[in-house]
């Protein structure tokens, strides 16, 4: 399985782009990666996946260079509300039939400052 | 669409005990994965289960075990609880493609089951 290393904390002022960095050095060819958003009990809930270069969607931009061993999460212009955990994961696609085993990093805390 | 639910929200239970909790996924979803949180350890995979069969399973002893029903329903279950094992177990379901595209999992709210 691959393992993602990403910051433990990241602090950024309202109205500022954060930008939040995962390392999956030993990334396999069939993996895609899924970030997801945590707030306080609570489950995650999905932000955005992607498999190479960049993908967008009305929340978030994830960037994924060639290489694949790492991925950035772009939030545009956050708020108070998107102070939550951000979990990286690098999905194991599974044989046909799709068996599927993730692994969760530890996440980064979003501390998002008025 | 109904999201996932799981129950019950909360528990209090003692060292010794065992617990049954359970997860209904989204309708149409045929894979249940468990998860345990705490602060120390953060998210960690426990088992998953597709068409009533366990397909994976984390590092956790034999006291975790689950099951799945026809209806894809799920339930975990915890025998001689101790007091480490106080966590928030989280659900999740997805569709589980044939091959294609990795599936996305919805989690639910969580059942926070306390140790004492």
């Known amino acids: 399985l691959a393992k993602t290393t990403q910051p433990i904390s990241m602090d950024s002022y309202e109205g500022q782009e954060v930008n939040i960095t995962c390392s999956h050095n030993?990334?396999?060819?069939?993996?895609?990666i899924t970030w997801y958003q945590q707030f306080p009990s609570q489950g995650p809930r999905f932000i955005i996946q992607?498999?190479?270069t960049k993908v967008t969607n009305e929340v978030a931009s994830l960037f994924i260079p060639a290489d694949r061993k790492s991925s950035t999460l772009s939030l545009p212009r956050v708020s108070l509300s998107d102070t939550a955990v951000y979990y990286c994961?690098?999905?194991?696609?599974?044989?046909?039939?799709?068996?599927?085993?993730?692994?969760f990093g530890i996440g980064t805390k979003l501390q998002v400052i008025p | 669409k109904a999201g996932v639910t799981q129950t019950p929200r909360y528990l209090i239970k003692t060292r010794g005990q065992q617990v049954t909790l359970s997860c209904s996924p989204i309708s149409g979803h045929r894979s249940v994965s468990w998860y345990q949180q705490t602060p120390g350890q953060g998210l960690q995979f426990l088992f998953e289960y597709f068409s009533e069969t366990q397909r994976n399973k984390g590092n956790f002893p034999g006291r975790f075990s689950g099951r799945q029903f026809s209806n894809s329903r799920s339930e975990m279950n915890v025998s001689t609880l101790e007091l480490g094992d106080s966590a928030l177990y989280l659900c999740a379901s997805s569709l589980k493609l044939a091959g294609g595209h990795a599936d996305t999992q919805y989690f639910g709210p969580g059942t926070r089951l306390t140790v004492l």
């Open positions: 992607g498999y190479k």
């Open positions: 994961l690098v999905g194991d696609r599974g044989n046909s039939g799709g068996y599927q085993k993730v692994t």
């Open positions: 030993n990334i396999a060819t069939n993996d895609y």
